[in-house]
């Protein structure tokens, strides 16, 4: 059985209750050979809260990794170091993805047959993917009346619909970052430099303007692009939907559209 990697990163320790604890058990109930690799960027009360994961991984069925830096270094470090562990633990797939994230029942057959027809870097159909795909990425545009819900039910049948009518189809384009999957053998031939797959930095964005969150944001862009060049392609699979809370740990003033809260 082949692995799959999903790297969760967490900031906040008192967000594990409402989002970091559904979307590992969600990742846990729909995902065979299913690899955890929670990477904290130092949240306050860390020893606490590493009893508390610990304790409620165990009762999943799936293996997990467990790393805590001791201090905030960014979204973007966190994602560099899970996809090390996932390059270390010799998984067959990696996804650099965010705690606020609920898997859907059978959400890795889209993506998966992207990745093994050839394409580099594969997302899925959201609620609220973000700007990079241009709307390409949004649900609404394949499910008729799609209901901003986050019930565990209605959204393994949105899943199913989405089988139903676009198993194997895609749409070439850069992906959100919110969820990239890709080979590891494929995060690895598009490694930045040595120690990272990631850019660690983004001053500024291709049009040359201050990103004013450089540690957290553009990682996917500067990434996708790096990786067009050397002709690797993104898409997104119809076939695959995650539902996505968005932003939840920079706060509620973040939200905004079709964000969900719990």
Not at 122 to 131: E, Q, R, T
Request: glycine share 8%; net charge positive.
């Amino acid at each position: 059985m082949k692995r799959i990697g999903y790297i969760c990163p967490t900031y906040k320790a008192k967000q594990f209750d409402s989002y970091t604890r559904s979307a590992l058990q969600s990742f846990a109930a729909t995902t065979p050979g299913g690899v955890a690799v929670i990477v904290d960027d130092g949240s306050v009360g860390w020893d606490s809260y590493e009893q508390t994961l610990k304790s409620f991984l165990k009762l999943l069925p799936i293996e997990y990794e467990i790393f805590h830096f001791p201090k905030t270094g960014g979204l973007t470090r966190s994602w560099n170091k899970g996809l090390s562990i996932c390059e270390e633990k010799k998984l067959d797939y990696a996804i650099a993805s965010n705690n606020d994230v609920l898997f859907t029942n059978k959400w890795w057959m889209g993506v998966v047959h992207a990745l093994e027809c050839g394409f580099h870097m594969v997302g899925p159909l959201s609620n609220a993917a973000g700007i990079t795909a241009k709307g390409k990425q949004d649900v609404w545009r394949y499910v008729k009346n799609f209901k901003l819900d986050d019930d565990f039910k209605y959204l393994d049948n949105v899943s199913k619909n989405l089988r139903d009518n676009y198993l194997g189809q895609v749409v070439r384009t850069p992906i959100n970052g919110f969820f990239q999957m890709a080979k590891m053998s494929t995060w690895k031939a598009g490694k930045y430099d040595k120690n990272n797959f990631y850019r660690p930095v983004n001053v500024r964005n291709s049009k040359g303007k201050l990103n004013p969150t450089p540690l957290m944001t553009l990682n996917e862009d500067e990434l996708q692009g790096r990786w067009i060049k050397k002709e690797m392609h993104s898409c997104v699979a119809l076939s695959s939907f995650i539902f996505h809370y968005r932003a939840v740990t920079r706060g509620d003033g973040y939200k905004k559209g079709k964000w969900y809260r719990k």
